[in-house]
């Protein structure tokens, strides 16, 4: 009877030791797939601070360069491979696709618990890129698919130095579109560079025609000639048009700025080459490793009408999805809300020089940083918009601008070639 309790007592405690094990195992290991470079070095600081309080391991895989990144998760959710947490690159459409086939959880349930207590500590309009409202055009279930973890927006930005060899207010940047055209004559006249961007790259031309759409004529127009009901051979898009005529002939536009990568144009920035760039808030973290003495400021593009004010493009600059399929969505949700937390959206700013997501953040960042957050205030992006411009329409656009700037065409004939081209898509559209 003694030998038989003894075996008992020790089959009893090898139990209790492999239940202790089997719990201390179950804790999930949550995997994250990522494109930024720039950020991994922090996310893996804030993994293992993340294991050590919670016992959850967080794996961070770095996939880059984002066009690799892209094709590594369109092949995974072919598959049904996604990890449980990954991000989408592309389009408000793109981001639907991925929403229609399953892919991606609804996190508004966990937005809006405690009052919206995680919901309200985000930017809105941060949000909003990742939100599908009521009655939008994708056909998706009102909701929030996507939480943000910075910001950015797509400003100006000027060389003080230059300013006060221009014989400028270092301290006060042009505010109107005609200050802009006398400071290019004064450009001209000194044999420097002015304004330098990555026009080569054709998307951020269209950035600042939409900016300047947007001050002429209204959001409400603007969008109004993505549905088809105004043409793009209204006055008022002959106006945005004429606009990139008069700062190439004003001396603003360094030369070659059409065929100018991104990249060239913040080493011509950072060097000290050029008076004034076209960039996005994430220009801060290259410009400090390029040039950690640069003095400059970013200022909103200057305004061509007083009749709307001036937009710029902003939002969120990276967000994450979770795996509706993974069976670590809770733990993973759990993860985002405190990688959105105040210590952890201040550490990631400090580090990376990106804005954080979380508005309560922008006290504890740099001057220049802020002036960038501060932009949030006049910020929209395509992806809010509801409505989508054919993808043609959108080549000619920018296209068409590029021949302006050089010289090729006028205005009038951008804007008569683009109208065809979008009445040749919408026809297209209403015959399928």
Not at 60 to 86: C, H, T, V
Request: hydrophobic residues 40%.
């Amino acid at each position: 009877m003694l030998i038989r309790n003894v075996v008992l007592c020790v089959f009893a405690l090898f139990s209790l030791l492999g239940c202790s094990g089997q719990k201390t195992d179950s804790k999930p290991t949550i995997t994250v797939w990522h494109w930024m470079t720039d950020r991994d070095p922090a996310f893996q600081v804030l993994a293992k601070k993340y294991e050590s309080l919670t016992g959850i391991r967080v794996n961070f895989e770095l996939y880059a360069p984002s066009d690799a990144y892209s094709q590594k998760i369109r092949a995974a959710a072919q598959g049904s491979n996604l990890p449980d947490i990954f991000g989408i690159l592309g389009e408000k459409r793109d981001f639907a696709s991925f929403i229609k086939a399953g892919h991606i959880l609804d996190i508004t349930p966990y937005m809006e618990a405690d009052n919206n207590a995680w919901k309200n500590k985000l930017f809105p309009k941060a949000l909003a890129v990742n939100e599908f409202a009521p009655g939008n055009s994708y056909g998706i279930n009102p909701g929030i698919f996507g939480v943000p973890i910075d910001i950015m927006t797509i400003q100006m930005v000027y060389n003080k130095k230059l300013f006060e060899q221009l014989g400028l207010n270092p301290n006060r940047p042009p505010r109107t579109f005609q200050e802009l055209l006398d400071i290019g004559a004064k450009i001209k006249a000194a044999g420097m560079q002015g304004l330098v961007s990555g026009w080569g790259e054709v998307w951020m031309i269209d950035c600042l025609a939409n900016n300047y759409a947007f001050n002429i004529m209204g959001k409400d127009k603007v969008l109004a000639t993505i549905k088809g009901e105004v043409p793009y051979t209204d006055p008022d898009w002959i106006k945005v048009f004429s606009l990139f005529k008069q700062i190439q002939e004003s001396g603003v536009l360094a030369k070659g700025i059409v065929t100018m990568i991104n990249k060239s144009a913040e080493q011509l920035f950072a060097n000290e080459k050029a008076v004034f760039a076209f960039n996005g808030s994430w220009c801060v973290n290259v410009y400090k490793g390029m040039n950690p003495n640069l003095e400059y400021g970013a200022m909103l593009p200057p305004a061509a009408s007083e009749k709307y004010p001036v937009s710029i493009w902003g939002g969120a600059g990276s967000s994450f999805m979770v795996n509706a399929r993974s069976k670590n969505k809770d733990e993973a949700v759990k993860f985002l809300a405190w990688l959105t937390d105040q210590d952890q959206q201040v550490y990631l700013a400090q580090e990376t020089n990106n804005l954080p997501a979380n508005k309560n953040s922008l006290s504890k960042i740099p001057e220049i940083l802020a002036q960038f957050a501060r932009g949030m205030d006049y910020a929209t992006h395509p992806n809010i918009w509801g409505v989508s411009e054919f993808s043609l329409v959108i080549e000619a656009f920018d296209r068409g601008i590029q021949s302006i700037i050089i010289g090729e065409k006028t205005p009038e004939q951008v804007a008569g070639e683009v109208q065809s081209i979008k009445e040749r898509e919408l026809a297209k559209k209403r015959a399928r």
